[in-house]
């Protein structure tokens, strides 16, 4: 069973940097086709895809978020960090990470960043 | 860039049957994946590869992709299936989702 989980500030301040941290099981980013997205949706909004990180750290980004976005992988830790730099209270938003198959599934539960001074 | 157009939403009764339609330029050349999310939950998945269903979805959610539209259609709906939907593809080598359609059950 797949289960993922994102953690990170719920605050940050515009200007500043966001790091969030996917922590995941049932799946091994060591293996050939396994990736991790990064998905986010403002408050009722539809869902916006950030980027993903695949097993051979093949990275891509959404190209209108591109030069804001780093995904990393810690395959050792079964972690994926994304960091989003110059955040702005546009960026509010529920920030999910996914397992990527082909498609998303399954989702972790998102976790609420919101950007305020 | 390629845009997904979904209605934002869709109005059905109990028993009755819900098509919920993603539309795309040639969007039948794409797979396309479907996504509900019920309200203050994550998405879960529904229908991959136009018209293929995870374990646990029930048969009465399909999917069908042709030309320049996809549609998802919920049959016998239920009070359980409102909710948004969600459709996605792949374009070059990046992820898009369309705009979202509110299904709401009368």
């Known amino acids: 069973q797949i289960t993922l989980k994102e953690s990170g500030p719920t605050l940050v301040k515009p200007t500043q940097t966001l790091t969030l941290t996917c922590v995941f099981s049932g799946f091994s980013l060591s293996t050939a086709g396994a990736g991790v997205a990064w998905i986010r949706q403002p408050p009722g909004k539809a869902l916006e895809w950030l980027g993903l990180?695949?097993?051979?750290?093949?990275?891509i980004y959404s190209p209108s978020l591109k030069s804001r976005l780093t995904i990393t992988k810690d395959t050792s830790k079964n972690q994926v960090v994304l960091s989003m730099t110059n955040m702005d209270p546009v960026d509010t938003a529920t920030y999910y990470c996914?397992?990527?198959?082909?498609?998303?599934?399954?989702w972790g539960q998102g976790t609420l960043v919101t950007v305020s001074s | 860039s390629y845009v997904l157009t979904q209605p934002p939403s869709v109005s059905v009764a109990p028993g009755q049957t819900a098509r919920i339609t993603c539309g795309g330029n040639k969007i039948g050349s794409k797979s396309v994946h479907w996504y509900q999310q019920k309200p203050g939950q994550a998405p879960v998945l529904v229908v991959h590869?136009?018209?293929d269903r995870p374990s646990g979805i029930p048969e009465r959610v399909s999917g069908s992709n042709s030309w320049n539209t996809a549609t998802l259609t919920i049959s016998r709906v239920e009070a359980g299936d409102e909710a948004d939907y969600y459709c996605q593809v792949w374009d070059n080598g990046g992820a898009l989702f369309g705009t979202g359609t509110r299904v709401t059950v009368l």
């Open positions: 996914a397992h990527v198959g082909g498609w998303f599934d399954p």
């Open positions: 590869d136009d018209s």
């Open positions: 990180i695949y097993w051979d750290d093949d990275k």
